[in-house]
C-alpha cells in the first residue's frame, strides 16, 4: 500500500495514522488530479454552476454526513485484506478511468459495470453493500417521491450507482418505472 501511494506522490508518513478508507480516499484524489482531472472542473461542479446560472432549485439525495457514515461503517480488517489490490487500481487511474468514460460513452452498461464495480463487487462485499446497495435502496423512495412531484426533475448520481444488480436502475425497473438513456 505504502510503496504505490508513494507512487502517487504521497508519503508513507502522511498516510501512517488515517484510516484505511480515508488513506485510499486521499491518494485516490491525488491520483485522479495527477491525472488531469480536478474535482473543482468535474460533473458535479458544472451540474451544479448551471443549475445556478438557470435559478434551479437543488435537493440532495443524501447528506455529506450520510457518505462519510457510508465509509465510517467500512471495517478496517475488511479493507485492510483489499486496500493493496485498491491501491493498483489508483496506481492504474488513467487506465481505469478511460475504460470507465468509453463505457460510459457508448452506453455499455456491463462493460461500465465491469470497469466501476467488478473489483470491489468481488473483493469486499461489504464495502459494495455499505458504498452503493444500501445507499440505493436508501434512494429509490427519494427518488419516487420527486418523480410524483408535479414538475420537471434532474437527478444526477455517480455512475457506480447506475448499473449491475441493486442499482438503481434495476430498483427503479422492480418499482415499476420504464427507464431511457439519453
Do not use: C
Not at 75 to 96: H, I, K, R, T
Request: no cysteine; net charge negative; glycine share 8%.
Amino acid at each position: 500500500f505504502f510503496a504505490a501511494a508513494e507512487q502517487v506522490g504521497v508519503p508513507s508518513l502522511y498516510l501512517e495514522n488515517q484510516r484505511p478508507w480515508f488513506a485510499l480516499m486521499n491518494v485516490a484524489q491525488l491520483a485522479m488530479i495527477r491525472s488531469g482531472l480536478n474535482p473543482v472542473y468535474g460533473v458535479e461542479a458544472a451540474l451544479l454552476k448551471q443549475g445556478k446560472q438557470q435559478g434551479d432549485s437543488f435537493r440532495h439525495l443524501e447528506s455529506a454526513e450520510r457518505q462519510i457514515q457510508a465509509l465510517i461503517s467500512l471495517e478496517d480488517e475488511a479493507m485492510l485484506e483489499n486496500l493493496d489490490a485498491s491501491m493498483d487500481e489508483v496506481v492504474d487511474f488513467s487506465g481505469q478511468f478511460q475504460a470507465g468514460l468509453e463505457a460510459w460513452l457508448s452506453g455499455d452498461l456491463a462493460a461500465l459495470d465491469k470497469a466501476l464495480l467488478h473489483d470491489m463487487r468481488a473483493d469486499s462485499e461489504q464495502a459494495f453493500e455499505s458504498i452503493f446497495l444500501q445507499r440505493n435502496r436508501e434512494w429509490v423512495p427519494k427518488i419516487l417521491a420527486l418523480l410524483a412531484e408535479d414538475q420537471d426533475m434532474f437527478i444526477a448520481v455517480g455512475a457506480g450507482h447506475l448499473v449491475g444488480q441493486g442499482s438503481l436502475i434495476d430498483l427503479l425497473e422492480q418499482a415499476g418505472h420504464t427507464l431511457k438513456r439519453l
